[in-house]
């Protein structure tokens, strides 16, 4: 079984900034690209930004600049760093990674529970 669990997620002002972190547990032979993803109130999911192993990054148009995504391969673990939050950021930041669990397996995508943002004054 493989997990994705994000962690950094809270309450903070308008123009402050967040660092949020993803890590992947359990039966995992390789992790491939890893990324993030976000849904606010009433909106659908879309993606954010990825990184694949090499360190490669694309981000959506809204997201260059003000947000940064970073890995660690060591540590199975996604970042993503958001400064000058906005009120239109607020919303639930999933994290995905492409993982391989077995050699030979094919990579199938897996998704985090999610962590809450809220930029508010």
């Known amino acids: 079984q493989v997990q994705l669990v994000e962690s950094g997620g809270g309450l903070v002002q308008p123009g402050g900034s967040l660092r949020l972190s993803c890590a992947a547990s359990?039966?995992?032979?390789?992790?491939?690209?890893m990324g993030w993803g976000r849904q606010a109130p009433g909106k659908e999911r879309e993606l954010v930004a990825s990184i694949d192993t090499g360190g490669s990054t694309n981000y959506r148009e809204f997201a260059k600049g003000r947000f940064t995504i970073s890995r660690d391969n060591a540590k199975n673990t996604v970042y993503l760093q958001i400064n000058s939050l906005e009120p239109e950021d607020t919303a639930v930041y999933y994290c995905?990674?492409?993982?391989?669990?077995?050699?030979?397996?094919?990579?199938?995508?897996?998704w985090g529970q999610g962590t809450l943002v809220t930029v508010s004054s």
């Open positions: 995905h990674a492409a993982i391989k669990r077995r050699w030979g397996d094919r990579y199938l995508e897996h």
């Open positions: 359990g039966s995992i032979f390789s992790i491939g690209a």
